[in-house]
């Protein structure tokens, strides 16, 4: 704003400094020309201070020219009148042409500031050169970028503002418009001129214009799109263009290896050539979105390749714009998630599996939790018997009938017990894989009677109607005896259990080849559906509830199939459901093993001991017993004592071994668990004596642990006998009188 009087005062003043010199010329010429010509020297003076100043400073000088004439040289002089009318139209001819001259200076004058502005307006470069390479004219652009005001550039040469230009491209195509006089045109990348510029030059008789447009936007566009068409072509996954109407536009290597169609089969039709019919909809509702400026992201579905192979894919599909915004179609980009969909469904296959897992675990834990609250409950029922009846006969005062009754009881409950933990431990010797058969020439109908004996007094008191129907001809096989017959015994029970009063048990024995079959039928609950699958399981009962109305614990089925497999065998079930009975098939095949020649056939009677045979006499016999369980002393006391044996009782083993070497018995009687020293640490020891010391003392191991290995164990260790507990009495004596003999 400072500078604006003083340009102004500079115009002004330039303009009166003209018409005094106009006036101070025409004056220094009188003597030669007189009165005559007195606008002839003021024209010159209009001419140069409009061309410097412009229309305001021209109009000055002519004005002041004018008053200058009319005063010193048009009569009357010294008088700014005008007299004549030929003056007048002098001085008034004089002032238009000093207004034409005013008026067209002007005019070049803003036509010149005008292109100027056009030229400093622009963000490219210009400057003129001469032909001696010296600046003529730069703009704004070109001053920028020789840190320099253009004024400073003005009439120095190219090369010494822009040395790093010499030798380049840029001074080859100069030196060769100028002498050519050809106009060239070429695209050169130099810091000098701020990276790449796209240079014209126009070469003339007075120098060369030069003219260079920024180009480094375009050359970016053009590498992205250079790389992005790379990006395109060496992609893995699948991209492909499409108008609005789903015609294809672009399809990329990947897009041909993945749905096998080549680039020249696919551009120009339509994209539901790779969608499948069922899947067409989408393409109508992926469109409507594109068409609303929407993308789709992420979205999985199924293609179709040229073959008619179904492909998993991930799409990803985004509108394509134009210059001015308007949408013209989509870009779709498909991954073949082929692998990760099969990874899923094995993931969502295992996951399932493992949930079934573990809600059979789940299950048969709930199971055992219900087997083992049944199994307290049946072996606490029994005991609470034993223990009532035992101290009812402690007090004494009961009468002969009382007293029989109670031992009848205990016995009976006492068999229970024995009877469940030997179902226990046939369990667990069939599922450890240690169950031993005694393989022999069976006759089945025998074993069938027998267990059909065993149950009859059941069966009897609730009136239920036994029938059998036994086919002499089915058999003989080879088998387990005790085990067949246990089998046997355990599904007549059950029928017996579950069979109402009044009811009826069905047993047949029939041969079906290569089969013999024992078919058991009763009229009982039944079984119903959702536990008939499961019936032959272990810890699986139909009702295990405090509220049930069949004791048990639920292992004489499973102990039925496994021994029945044992066999080589079969076994099912069926029922129409509850209330329907059930059927329970046995299928053993004619021939399991080969019988050794000589082998008899099996009687039940050959396995039955007597259950009222007196206790053998041991007198004069010298038994030693250890246990440390003093109830346990005392009941082998009394047994061996009532037989006439004389026991000596200890209750530790490092005891019992002192008594043995001081005074050898006839026969050793030894518990197995026992604090300090066990069993088998106590029978080696012995076996390490002298002869005479005891060394051989016969030996029976009366023991809780009825396992095989337990038997083999004690066997190997020394003992001469393994007897389970509880043991019969006269079971006892006549193992003890045996040894003794021996």
């Not at 207004?99 to 963000?123: K, N």
């Not at 409950?377 to 006969?393: C, F, M």
Request: proline share 5%.
């Amino acid at each position: 704003m400072r500078s604006t009087p003083r340009r102004l005062l500079l115009r002004y003043g330039f303009a009166v400094l003209c018409a005094a010199a106009g006036v101070a010329v025409r004056m220094s010429l009188g003597s030669l020309w007189g009165m005559s010509y007195p606008y002839l020297i003021f024209h010159p003076a209009v001419l140069l201070s409009a061309w410097v100043g412009g229309l305001g400073p021209g109009l000055i000088t002519t004005g002041l020219c004018a008053l200058a004439a009319a005063f010193f040289w048009i009569p009357p002089i010294y008088s700014v009148l005008v007299g004549s009318t030929a003056d007048r139209v002098a001085i008034l001819t004089f002032i238009g042409i000093g207004l034409a001259i005013s008026v067209l200076s002007e005019l070049f004058h803003r036509r010149q500031r005008a292109a100027r502005a056009i030229v400093e307006s622009i963000d490219d470069g210009f400057m003129v050169l001469d032909r001696r390479w010296r600046y003529r004219y730069v703009n704004d652009r070109v001053a920028r970028l020789a840190r320099r005001r253009p004024k400073d550039l003005l009439a120095r040469p190219i090369w010494t503002i822009f040395p790093e230009l010499v030798g380049t491209t840029f001074e080859t195509e100069a030196s060769r418009a100028i002498e050519t006089a050809a106009t060239c045109r070429f695209q050169f990348f130099h810091p000098a001129l701020g990276g790449w510029a796209d240079i014209q030059m126009y070469a003339s008789a007075e120098g060369l214009a030069v003219y260079f447009r920024d180009i480094a936007p375009q050359r970016a566009a053009e590498v992205a799109s250079s790389r992005l068409a790379a990006i395109v072509a060496s992609s893995d996954d699948a991209i492909v263009s499409k108008d609005l109407n789903g015609i294809i536009m672009s399809w990329n290597p990947a897009a041909e290896r993945m749905f096998g169609y080549t680039a020249a089969e696919a551009i120009g039709q339509s994209i539901t050539m790779i969608i499948p019919p069922e899947r067409r909809p989408e393409e109508d509702l992926v469109l409507s979105r594109i068409r609303n400026g929407q993308s789709v992201e992420h979205f999985e579905t199924l293609r179709v390749r040229k073959n008619g192979e179904k492909v998993d894919v991930s799409l990803t599909i985004s509108p394509v714009r134009g210059a001015g915004g308007q949408i013209l179609g989509a870009s779709k980009i498909a991954r073949d998630i082929t692998a990760r969909k099969a990874i899923e469904r094995e993931r969502a296959e295992l996951l399932a599996r493992e949930r079934a897992a573990r809600a059979e675990a789940e299950a048969a834990n709930r199971a055992k939790d219900d087997f083992l609250t049944t199994l307290s409950h049946e072996l606490r029922t029994p005991l609470n018997a034993v223990y009532g009846w035992a101290a009812i006969l402690k007090n004494g005062q009961v009468d002969e009938a009382t007293r029989a009754k109670a031992i009848d009881t205990i016995m009976r409950n006492s068999n229970s017990q024995v009877q469940l933990i030997d179902d226990l431990l046939d369990i667990g010797r069939i599922t450890s894989g240690k169950l031993r058969l005694d393989v022999q020439s069976v006759d089945l109908s025998p074993v069938i009677q027998a267990a059909l004996e065993a149950v009859r007094p059941a069966a009897l008191a609730k009136s239920i109607q036994i029938e059998a129907s036994l086919d002499p001809a089915a058999g003989p096989i080879t088998g387990d005896p005790s085990r067949l017959q246990q089998v046997v015994w355990n599904l007549l029970s059950n029928a017996v259990k579950f069979t109402p009063v009044g009811g009826r048990v069905e047993t047949t024995l029939r041969q079906a080849r290569p089969h013999v079959e024992i078919v058991i039928r009763d009229t009982g609950a039944g079984i119903a559906p959702d536990l008939l699958p499961h019936v032959f399981e272990r810890f699986r009962q139909g009702d295990s509830s405090s509220t049930r109305q069949h004791s048990g614990i639920g292992l004489g089925l499973a102990l039925v199939k496994h021994l029945v497999e044992l066999h080589g065998g079969s076994a099912a079930a069926e029922s129409g459901g509850a209330g329907q009975g059930a059927t329970f098939t046995v299928q053993l095949p004619l021939s399991v093993a080969l019988v050794p020649a000589g082998t008899t056939a099996w009687s039940p009677a050959a396995v039955e001991a007597p259950a009222t045979s007196p206790l053998v006499r041991l007198d004069g016999l010298r038994v030693l017993a250890i246990d440390d369980d003093a109830d346990a002393l005392n009941l082998i006391a009394t047994i061996l004592g009532r037989a006439g044996a004389t026991v000596d009782l200890c209750s530790t083993a490092a005891q019992g071994f002192e008594m043995l070497a001081a005074k050898p018995p006839d026969v050793l009687i030894s518990d197995i668990e026992m604090p300090g020293e066990d069993g088998y640490s106590l029978i080696r020891r012995v076996r390490a004596l002298e002869p005479d010391q005891g060394g051989r003392t016969p030996a029976i191991a009366l023991t809780a642990y009825g396992r095989r290995e337990d038997r083999l164990h004690a066997i190997s260790a020394g003992f001469s006998m393994h007897v389970p507990k509880p043991v019969d009495p006269v079971e006892l004596t006549t193992l003890v009188a045996g040894l003794a003999l021996r």
